[in-house]
């Protein structure tokens, strides 16, 4: 297997594709350090809605923002350029399992989004770090790092999900559209959410956040919203920033959200990891 | 002589379709199968189901005389094939296909540059080995030729090849073929090709395996088959059954089943000189046989006379 991963590491290293996607991420990830910036500027304080930490936040948490989306194309294309080219073909006739096939690109495609990933938020960094707030304080670094793992996992969960879709269909347009309509239902989901149970009063009862939290589950992209609300008291998603007080009753909601995520991170993981892997090994190849 | 490949009631059902039905099939060493059948006669599903791009539906093969599913991915190793199309990875240059191909086939040479080179030299891509022109931008006779030389690497026992001089031009045929026969010749490398250029496939086949509808018609070798497809000339008379009593008696080999035909002539105008000697009216004369393709048409049409 180490000689596949060899290969698939050489492929994206040669490719030309990979690079594009990369670049354009950067080129992204600059707008959006500008934007932020502009945003800030229209703010004041240091709880401002818009810092440092809440823009690499925004990398990973809103599931369906131009870096994912990004990620989720390069990765289709990645893998669906293999069924393409026919040369999964040479592959399996040259003393490879399916399976080893299936992990060495599933750890690929992973690769690849990451390296997408970061770009993007490499570059919202080097601009942002002049014009924003950083946001750290010594309570927040921790609860941080915890909602960048969550955002890692969702990000790994969405891949694989999109690499599994690569595999039922033909056209590779299909997984990137169905990831995106999904995201997109998602974000309306979740504002039809927010507007439901909070209204627009940033004062939400605890019968209102009990309600929200046991169908959070269902929602993907609150979960970002969760991440960001749970410990610091402010919800941001994909579409626009808004400042609420979620938790007025100063109950401890810590539990609903971890679970939530996990919970829907970790179906949509090993659905799509095990439904592929399964798919892949007893299925004619294309 | 050991065989290469041993398939076992090998059958493919897709839906309602069977595209193969129960094909048991030996490939011995050192041969070159001719794998003949028309356009969806099941030539590509029985090399799918032996490159395992796709699973059969019952039945099994074996490779080397390993048919356990474990052992199998390993003597894959031992094979390498060109199914339907070369895979190559079009937007890298013949260099990098050749060196992800040795990646895959862990092939590490003391001098890996030198080793590329070779392979390109050997079919005859010379002209690419520094250039730094994609896949993609190689005309269909280099993309095959590449796609040999990619199946090479690792030095394969086995070389199976779906329909390699599709698209070819007659010039890029004669040297696929040439490169075909010289490595079956001087390496000794056991090679199954499909075709359904009949006439190209009978200058390289050692043995032939004609298949239709999915079903296994015949495995003959090129010697038999030389035999079976001799030349005949299919003749109609006022009276036949006279004609043939005296065709035989002329020493002309004779056969009356489906008409009138004599084999192993020499003398056209001896033959029909007897019949008409003989007051018989000449009605028609035809030469047929001879060539693959006749026979192949009469093997599967059911009326091999």
């Excluded at chain 2, 048919?67 to 390498?80: E, F, V, Y």
Aim: proline residues 3%.
């Amino acid at each position: 297997m180490k000689k596949l991963l060899k290969l698939v590491f050489f492929r994206l290293r040669k490719e030309k594709a990979p690079w594009i996607e990369l670049s354009i991420a950067i080129a992204f990830g600059l707008i959006y350090g500008a934007v932020y910036a502009y945003i800030a500027s229209l703010s004041s304080g240091s709880d401002s809605v818009v810092n440092i930490r809440s823009t690499i936040l925004g990398t990973f948490s809103p599931s369906y923002n131009i870096p994912t989306a990004l990620a989720v194309a390069g990765s289709v294309a990645f893998f669906h350029t293999e069924i393409n080219y026919g040369t999964l073909r040479n592959q399996i006739t040259s003393g490879y399992s399916r399976k080893q096939i299936f992990i060495s690109y599933w750890i690929g495609v992973l690769a690849l989004s990451f390296m997408i990933m970061l770009g993007f938020t490499a570059a919202n960094l080097l601009v942002s770090a002049w014009f924003i707030p950083v946001g750290f304080t010594a309570s927040n670094v921790g609860p941080f790092f915890m909602s960048i793992g969550f955002g890692v996992l969702q990000t790994v969960a969405i891949i694989t999900l999109a690499y599994f879709l690569t595999h039922l269909m033909k056209s590779p347009a299909w997984p990137i559209l169905i990831v995106i309509l999904l995201g997109a239902s998602s974000v309306i989901a979740d504002m039809l959410a927010q507007m439901i149970f909070f209204g627009v009063s940033p004062n939400a009862t605890a019968d209102d956040l009990n309600t929200f939290f046991s169908i959070l589950v269902f929602l993907p992209n609150s979960q970002s919203a969760a991440i960001t609300s749970g410990s610091y008291g402010i919800f941001t998603d994909g579409l626009f920033f808004a400042n609420l007080t979620a938790n007025p009753t100063g109950a401890d909601y810590t539990a609903n959200y971890v679970f939530a995520i996990l919970l829907e991170n970790l179906v949509v993981l090993a659905g799509s990891f095990f439904g592929g892997f399964f798919y892949f090994d007893r299925h004619d190849l294309k | 002589m050991e065989n290469v490949i041993e398939t076992h009631n090998l059958t493919k059902r897709y839906g309602t379709k069977l595209a193969l039905d129960d094909v048991s099939l030996n490939i011995r060493a050192g041969s070159i199968l001719g794998l003949v059948g028309k356009n969806g006669a099941g030539k590509t599903t029985l090399i799918r189901l032996l490159t395992d791009v796709a699973h059969p539906t019952s039945g099994s093969y074996s490779i080397l005389g390993i048919s356990d599913p474990i052992g199998l991915i390993k003597a894959r190793r031992n094979i390498a094939a060109m199914v339907e199309t070369p895979a190559l990875y079009l937007s890298m240059t013949a260099r990098d296909n050749l060196y992800s191909r040795c990646i895959l086939m862990d092939v590490v040479p003391e001098n890996l540059d030198q080793y590329i080179d070779d392979k390109l030299d050997f079919v005859g891509l010379a002209e690419v080995k520094h250039s730094k022109k994609k896949a993609k931008d190689f005309s269909l006779g280099m993309r095959q030729r590449l796609g040999i030389a990619m199946a090479l690497v690792g030095e394969p026992k086995l070389l199976i090849l779906d329909e390699p001089t599709n698209g070819l031009d007659p010039e890029g045929i004669k040297e696929v073929r040439e490169l075909l026969l010289g490595l079956n010749q001087k390496q000794g490398i056991t090679i199954l090709i499909s075709s359904h250029i009949l006439t190209e496939l009978s200058k390289l086949a050692t043995d032939y395996a004609f298949i239709d509808n999915g079903k296994l018609v015949q495995v003959i070798s090129a010697h038999d088959l030389e035999a079976a497809a001799k030349k005949r000339l299919e003749i109609t008379t006022s009276d036949d059954v006279k004609a043939a009593s005296i065709l035989k008696e002329k020493g002309f080999k004779v056969e009356t089943a489906g008409g009138l035909s004599v084999q192993g002539y020499s003398d056209n105008a001896a033959l029909i000189m007897g019949l008409t000697d003989a007051g018989l009216r000449l009605l028609s004369i035809r030469e047929s046989g001879g060539e693959l393709e006749d026979y192949f048409v009469s093997l599967i049409d059911g009326d091999k006379k």
